[in-house]
């Protein structure tokens, strides 16, 4: 009978929740859902909130053409130079992201002028960024308007840059070798620091990759957790927490993650690095300028990066390596620059850092890699 | 009563069988044959018979007359092993087992030479291993001597004689001091095969750097880099231009193209600047005053 009662209070109040998500529907989540049924859904632009709550829709929906038509001061530049503000003009991570949510926050107003804080939380294969803009909105007859705060993307002017950086092939062992016959040496890879740590409820093994040899490779770290009595507690890899593409002599930091395993169940750890000889090439270089390391509750290591070379650089990961006062690694992170590195421009990234990682860290040391549409490095 | 008739029925027909194995008589086999030799196996007896040999990756089935003597020519069996001989005639049926061995000369020589690439003066760091084979791809069991000879770019050539166990010889050698592609050859009588070893140099040595103004930016750039043995560290090397000043740090990885590597960083006035390549770090430079 209870059971009953039960089942018929949680039916009642489903369908309460539908009606009311369809009678009210959050702006924000309309845009996850992908609604595209048009400006039906949005309301009036009769306060500076709901103005600015209806172009961060349509920049949802990818409606540029009815977010740039609602914008106050759309004469001053074209729809283009807003499309390219917003989803770039070279393919990057910033091209291929979509609207996960979004919120509004009132600074202050006045009757006819307001300060408004739009964050626009973009989702993207290698996770979410976050993008702030602070807006002013104004009111014209009894609409309000966003005065949209248009970031240029810099041109790179026509010019030619002669590249002669080094390139690698491989020719590798066919298949109608013979048994004996040689094949290309796998490049040489050593690890040249690993230290595990109890953190989250887990463990984080984070070390140091180095590739010894005289040929590019392609490298990876694999850990397994052993028990007292030999058994594997668990085996991970580093995933996207390394530099994949290693250079002759170059250095990468990565960080393995095993979640609920307690170091004190662990006896010893077993690490395999791996690397197979891969064409690459030494270009594009980028130096990586103004690295700071901000701490406070959201503490951050924040820089720019230069592109040195010619060739427009797609997506920038950039992985920074944390040390104590004692050179001891403490931490490795990652973030990932937005936009495409046009060369010669510097564009910003930053990485997250714990706080009380941050508190400790004395030195800090970051490297790059880059993906670019038509070469992979 | 009826089981016992049975019995005594089974008795008389083994009997009676085995008196006409005893009839056809014995083959006659060679205990070992060379692989790609002509043999002969003798029978005895009368009448039909097929004789069936059976072997590693090889069966021959021949129709024989029993009493006489049937030939196999150079190349019928070819495979080292171990091989069963069936001569069936009549309702008896003959067994018997002899060994192919490998011809004594090799013919072919399947050279493993590890590592392809390795730095330069590394004791022991080069192995070779040769499996000796005879013409029909059989491994030859008889002891061989093969001699290894590594002759480089520069200096004598390093020269070991090793007799194979089991059809296989291996040695270990140095790589050289210079760099360079290697001739590691192995040679088993007439046969040789050959194999290239890179020896290309180790960690660079004494990594130095010098720093001059061009503006707002510093031209960095290092003197050729080269290891401890004064070979030429190859292009591509990553080299990590690193910049601390106050409050803030720059880094650039840099590849060596012509033995050096150079870049431009932003000019900091009491900045530290220092240069390194793998785990070798080179000289620290402090620019300016603040």
Redesign the interface.
């Known amino acids: 009978m209870t059971g009953r009662i039960l089942a018929f209070i949680v039916t009642l109040v489903t369908v309460a929740l539908i009606v009311v998500g369809t009678v009210w529907p959050f702006q924000s989540a309309l845009v996850t859902a992908g609604v595209d049924s048009g400006a039906d859904m949005l309301r009036p632009s009769s306060s500076p909130q709901a103005a600015v709550e209806n172009l961060a829709t349509q920049i949802g929906r990818r409606d540029w053409e009815k977010a740039y038509s609602s914008l106050a001061d759309k004469n001053e530049f074209e729809e283009t130079d807003f499309v390219r503000d917003l989803a770039g003009s070279y393919p990057s991570l910033r091209s291929h992201a979509s609207l996960d949510s979004f919120d509004v926050r009132p600074q202050h107003a006045s009757a006819d002028d307001a300060q408004v804080k739009l964050n626009l939380r973009w989702s993207t294969v290698v996770g979410t960024f976050l993008d702030t803009r602070m807006l002013r909105v104004v009111k014209t007859g009894d609409r309000w308007s966003v005065v949209w705060p248009l970031v240029k993307e810099p041109h790179v002017p026509p010019q030619v840059i002669a590249v002669?950086?080094?390139r690698?092939d491989v020719i590798y062992r066919g298949a109608e070798d013979?048994?004996?016959a040689?094949?290309?040496?796998s490049p040489h890879v050593r690890i040249?620091d690993m230290h595990p740590v109890d953190r989250g409820g887990g463990v984080v093994i984070m070390g140091e990759l180095?590739?010894?040899?005289?040929?590019?490779a392609f490298v990876n770290v694999k850990a397994t957790l052993l028990a007292k009595d030999g058994s594997a507690l668990a085996t991970e890899d580093s995933f996207d927490k390394i530099s994949h593409v290693l250079?002759?002599?170059?250095?990468t930091p990565f960080l393995i993650e095993f979640h609920n395993v307690a170091l004190s169940q662990v006896d010893s750890v077993h690490m395999q690095p791996s690397s197979t000889l891969v064409a690459a090439s030494?270009d594009p270089?980028?130096?990586?300028?103004?690295?700071?390391l901000n701490p406070g509750s959201q503490a951050s290591l924040s820089?720019k990066l230069l592109n040195?070379s010619g060739q427009v650089v797609n997506v920038a990961h950039v992985l920074g390596t944390f040390y104590d006062n004692t050179g001891q690694l403490i931490w490795v992170s990652d973030g990932y620059a937005e936009r495409a590195l046009l060369p010669g421009t510097p564009e910003t990234f930053a990485m997250s850092v714990p706080p009380d990682i941050a508190s400790k860290v004395k030195t800090?040391?970051?490297?790059?890699t880059t993906y670019s549409s038509n070469r992979f490095q | 009563m009826r089981s016992g008739l049975t019995f005594f029925a089974g008795l008389i027909l083994l009997a009676a069988g085995q008196l006409a194995l005893a009839q056809n008589g014995s083959l006659g086999l060679p205990k070992t044959v060379e692989a790609g030799a002509a043999f002969s196996i003798h029978t005895t007896g009368s009448g039909k018979g097929v004789l069936y040999i059976v072997g590693p990756g090889q069966i021959l089935r021949r129709d024989v007359q029993l009493g006489e003597t049937l030939s196999f020519a150079p190349g019928d069996m070819h495979n080292a092993g171990h091989y069963l001989v069936v001569l069936t005639g009549g309702s008896s049926t003959e067994n018997g087992a002899f060994d192919v061995t490998a011809v004594h000369q090799a013919t072919t020589l399947s050279f493993i030479a590890k590592p392809s690439r390795l730095p330069v003066d590394l004791h022991d760091g080069i192995s070779g291993v040769v499996y000796v084979f005879d013409t029909f791809h059989n491994l030859v069991l008889q002891p061989t001597p093969v001699s290894f000879q590594l002759s480089g770019v520069a200096g004598a050539p390093q020269t070991r004689t090793v007799t194979s166990k089991n059809g296989v010889a291996w040695t270990k050698l140095d790589s050289a001091s210079k760099e360079g592609a290697a001739q590691f050859e192995a040679r088993a009588g007439n046969v040789t095969d050959k194999r290239i070893i890179q020896q290309v140099p180790g960690d660079p040595c004494k990594l130095k750097m010098d720093v001059r103004p061009d503006g707002q930016q510093l031209q960095l750039e290092t003197e050729p880099v080269r290891d401890c043995s004064g070979n030429a560290v190859p292009d591509g090397t990553i080299v990590t231009f690193t910049e601390i000043y106050d409050g803030g740090q720059s880094t650039v990885d840099v590849p060596l193209k012509r033995d050096i590597a150079k870049t431009e960083m932003p000019a900091h006035k009491g900045a530290t600047i220092s240069v390194a390549t793998g785990v070798v770090m080179g000289n620290e430079i402090r620019w300016g005053k603040e």
Not at chain 1, 182 to 185: A, F
Not at chain 1, 364 to 368: F, G, S
């Open positions: 002669n950086y080094l690698w013979d048994w004996g040689q094949d290309v040496e040249v180095l590739n010894e040899d005289v040929v590019p250079l002759p002599r170059q250095v030494a270089v980028v130096e990586i300028e103004d690295q700071h820089g040195q800090e040391r970051a490297v790059t």
